[in-house]
């Protein structure tokens, strides 16, 4: 297989990064590998936007009495934060960026379906991204990431409009990346590639998009309502001429629960790649854990109603929402079991991609237990609207989402870039993120628990020692996500050459060349073996090592 | 059985639960409930996270690549091993949902002698009135061991009221009333916060809940300049707003008697059936188009906008002091 390869330098060859020059060749591109990276730059940046808000927001927490801004400030950092985060980073960050540069290089075609539709959803996103980044610096917005009723139609003066446009234009940037994936991996999949041959990112980023193309739409209604009503008075969530604030919370979360598993879901399947690659065996029970992934993207849209448990929904209603609540965590528990099992007589090696796969398993554990808490109907009275649940989302949502964000970027880097990145450094700056997440996150676990609420831009004393601790972490935490912005940039001129295959990784997109040609192979390739066929020769019904 | 046994293992291990703050204080019946399903969760919690560490680093050990060209044995994926671990997760969700769920909704509803108490959300503070037509701000004195139910809702925005040593929440949403009930086990002062982010003031809409015995709670009332009750000026708005020349009470008027309407089921011209609760008056008077009643002109007004929620809860208490069944105790 790729020991066929040559593996000179880079610069020798033509590759789809020096296939052409000059700006009017990146914008005008209709490659799915160019079009990942501009997704790569402008996620980024939103990233270090919306965690300079972060980091802000820890250090004003210092203080009980909020030690750096006004609480009108606060609030809209702490909005800012969310939608920044949510909308511009984590939901487009692994399907947009790993899942467009690896599903068509997975499946084994030439490109994406509908190369220029995903040229369309890139130059989408980035204008719903300015409108939300003009918002920001005409003077922000403050209704919380959630845009609650009747505070966002009719009370608050900041820039919800701009915001929510910015939002609302983004989300058809994630329909049609959806629809793209769906398509390509119906149709365009190489000979021999059946659906069970598939790596399980690719069945990830299937049962993503499928959320994302059938629950967006929801949203982008919510959010569109949210603007009638604040230019026409029209009435639909305004009590006072009979409309109902909660509905707009149930269309909210009908779509951004799901909006959950957009964000894990993918990290999940990049996980399945790691942890098979760095212990060098197949995935244990290849089917449970793919069809754990559609059970996810199915019960996901049945459980909103655990957001809303104190609003006064009938407890006939709680209790469905509840019992839905608990079957979703199943599919997750199982996921995590096998990834375990994977690990059981492997030949296990550390690098950084192997370190943040490992922190994602214990990270996102802990995340989904402490979700147990939030199904619970009688703690989940005492807990919502804390900071437990801060904690718990963002154990799954940093913990999770990030880390394994964090772990295929560094795993498919040499095949991104052409290029190694510092090992050393990598595993330092894993180390540290981990060390700096539990330290942030544990004790606003503690915190939720004593009571105190979320969204706070002062408090009582008596929380100022675990608000203390928790901004010392974040200082930890944002120090281990610069490492590797500067050691990844570095590498692009300084890094070794990578080879083909460096992790001697299974898939078809470590048979081409690093980084691969514009029509991503030289010879169409023909898959003739399962997912993951690390196992002794033969046993994938061809050699499995080359 | 057990959940039984689990329980009072916990109530053991929660009397000597340590100095640090894990837990806020515990002052209401509802809290020692909840906070045993949370300790058990939290064991839970730590339990599989140590057990799936433990077995991830030994796994990391015991398998560590030795040598670059190691191969591992083929990976077989053993059917009963994944149904165990299927099965396990399931039956956990299991017992904790039934734990949970049968908490809740023993302590859904109020009991029927819960004392009334009037909340209502406003950025960026809480009103409340007694019946006996004290109010405060952001300041609630209630009498231990009795049980307290508050009706809420809200002049703006969503808010809610959140007392984290009864462990109860509940929203204060505007046009609807909520409720929240909670019977205090212990004298002190307790922090009540503003649970639902609800703008500038949002984390200044905190205040104190004041347990205090029944004598104590007595002579504060009385040494508090209280003015009329909620029912009086609930009577007085009923004068002053014309409600009285259509409501006559022996039903000679244009609209129908009040009298004896509280708590009674009443049909609509449409044919359904709705009980006459807060709810209910609270719509008949702020929307009273939106549910004609058979045999009577759809002639009143609507006085949405000209009556405060105050006053609408204060018409609300006048209607009910007309008598009618006994309050029924309704949980939202
Ligand atoms: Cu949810
Ligand atoms: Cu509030």
Redesign the interface.
Known sequence: MSAALAEAPPETRVHYLNANYGIKSWLLTTDHKRIALLYLASITLMFFVGGAMAVMMRIHLIDPAGALVH??TY?KLFTMHGVMMIFFFLIPSIPAVLGNFLVPIMVGAKDLAFPRINLLSWYIFIIGASLTLYAMVSGGV?T?WTF?T??ST???NSQVMATALGVFVSGFSSILTGLNFIVTIHKMRAPGLTWFRMPLFLWAIYATSIIQVLGTPVVAIAIFLIGLERLFHVGIFD??V?G???LFQHLFWFYSHPAVYIMILPGMGVISEIITCF??????????VAFSSMAIAVISFLVWGHHMF???M??YA??IF??LS??V??PS??K???W???????????EAPMLYA?GF??LF??GG??G??L?????D??L???YFIVAHFHYIMVGGAVMAYLGGIHFWWPKISGRMFPDTWARLAAAIVFIGFNLTFFPQF?LG???M????????A?FQ??NVMSSAGASILGLGYMIPLIYLFWSIRYGPVAPANPWRAKGLEWQTSSPPPTQNFEVPPVVTEEA?A???PG?GREGA?D | MLIQGAKSGLLAALQTSPGIPIFPPRASTIAGGVDQLHYFLTVLTLFFTFVIFTIIFYFMIRYRRRSEDEQPPETVTLMPLEITWTLIPTLICVVVFAWSASLYFRNANPPNAATEIIVIGKQWMWHIQHQEGVREINELHVPVGVPIKLTMTSQDVIHDFFIPAFRVKRDATPGRYSSLWFQATKTGTFHFFCAQYCGEGHAAMIGWVHVMTPDDYAAWLAGTNRGETMTQAGERLFHQYGCVTCHVADGTGRGPSLVGQFGKPQKLRDGQSLTVDEAFLRRAITQPNSMPIPNYAPVMPTFQGQLNEEQILQLIAYVKSLGGEERKAKGQ
């Open positions: 609480p009108d609030n403050d919380g609650y009747p505070y009719t009370y608050a009590p006072a009979g109902d604030p909660i212990s060098r065996k197949k995935i244990f029970g290849y089917h449970f104190v609003t006064g009938s407890v709680a209790l509840s019992v608990f079957l965590a199943i528990a199982i995590v079991f096998n375990t099992a994977t690990l059981y007589q492997g030949s296990i090696s550390y490992l398993i214990g554990t802990m237990l402490t147990l808490f199904a619970s109907l009688a703690t009275v005492h919502n609207g804390t503690m628990y004593l009571g609420p979320r969204r706070y831009a002062t408090y009582p008596e020692v675990l993951y690390y196992g002794p046993s090592h």
